[in-house]
T-cell receptor
Framework: DQQVKQNSPSLSVQEGRISILNCDYTNSMFDYFLWYKKYPAEGPTFLISISSIKDKNEDGRFTVFLNKSAKHLSLHIVPSQPGDSAVYFCAASGYGNAGNMLTFGGGTRLMVKP | DAGVIQSPRHEVTEMGQEVTLRCKPISGHDYLFWYRQTMMRGLELLIYFNNNVPIDDSGMPEDRFSAKMPNASFSTLKIQPSEPRDSAVYFC??????????FGQGTRLTVV
């Protein structure tokens, strides 16, 4: 049972345009959400996070939106750059001891074309 | 800090052999995680430690897998005996409480 789902395995975007990556979750106990970026042959690197008390968090070109009622979050990258081409993972964690256990989605491969 | 350091980067072994993966977390981080990435199951948590104590090992696939953290700066994941279906990329990560986890570069394990 996948608690965190990224339904789009891949996304192709033109340089300079907006990239929107989506993520859905099923566990109501999740209260902290993160996005990671992964290049080939490297480990995932943290990108941006959001707590369930917020609905938006922005960091430079990256913005994460959280819709708790829909159990949905999205990552917006504006403007997209070729160096953003990577696999993006959505992750979630819950309360208490579970707060440190990250459950990952399956990832979305983003390709930004020059 | 050099980040989370894993060794070896690549490991090829024959079925039935023992495999030991190593991890050095970031100094000062209280939590250490072992993840496995496969095409079929994605990134899945195997086990995590808090202050060197195993907290949740429910993700460990079977008794052939074991993990230890003898001190704050070192952890091992051992597979004995190894099987071809254990072939995957194994990641170690560390974090402070409720902070983002920092991942190592991973160990690509191939069991033939």
């Amino acid at each position: 049972d996948q608690q965190v789902k990224q339904n789009s395995p891949s996304l192709s975007v033109q340089e300079g345009r907006i990239s929107i990556l989506n993520c859905d979750y099923t566990n109501s106990m999740f209260d902290y959400f993160l996005w990671y970026k992964k290049y080939p042959a490297e480990g995932p690197t943290f990108l941006i996070s959001i707590s369930s008390i917020k609905d938006k968090n922005e960091d430079g070109r990256f913005t994460v939106f959280l819709n708790k009622s829909a159990k949905h979050l999205s990552l917006h990258i504006v403007p997209s750059q070729p160096g953003d081409s990577a696999v993006y993972f959505c992750a979630a964690s819950g309360y208490g001891n579970a707060g440190n256990m990250l459950t990952f989605g399956g990832g979305t491969r983003l390709m930004v074309k020059p | 800090d050099a980040g989370v350091i894993q060794s070896p980067r690549h490991e090829v072994t024959e079925m039935g052999q023992e495999v030991t993966l190593r991890c050095k977390p970031i100094s000062g981080h209280d939590y250490l995680f072992w993840y496995r990435q496969t095409m079929m199951r994605g990134l899945e948590l195997l086990i995590y430690f808090n202050n060197n104590v195993p907290i949740d090992d429910s993700g460990m696939p079977e008794d052939r897998f074991s993990a230890k953290m003898p001190n704050a700066s070192f952890s091992t994941l051992k597979i004995q005996p190894s099987e071809p279906r254990d072939s995957a990329v194994y990641f170690c990560a560390s974090s402070l409480y409720r902070g983002e986890a920092f991942f190592g570069q991973g160990t690509r394990l191939t069991v033939v």
